[in-house]
């Protein structure tokens, strides 16, 4: 059980991990697109 346990943690780290990523990649889209256009 305790290795399901690491692994489940290890499986949402690397979930939370891609959405961070997601996130601050969309943020430096946005703002680089929004320099542009000003």
Avoid: F, P, Q, S
């Avoid at 399901?4 to 697109?33: H, P, S, T, W």
């Amino acid at each position: 059980m305790r290795t399901a346990k690491d692994k489940g943690n290890r499986a949402e780290n690397m979930a939370l991990a891609g959405i961070a990523i997601a996130v601050l990649a969309v943020c430096v889209g946005a703002c680089v697109l929004g320099g542009w256009g000003m």
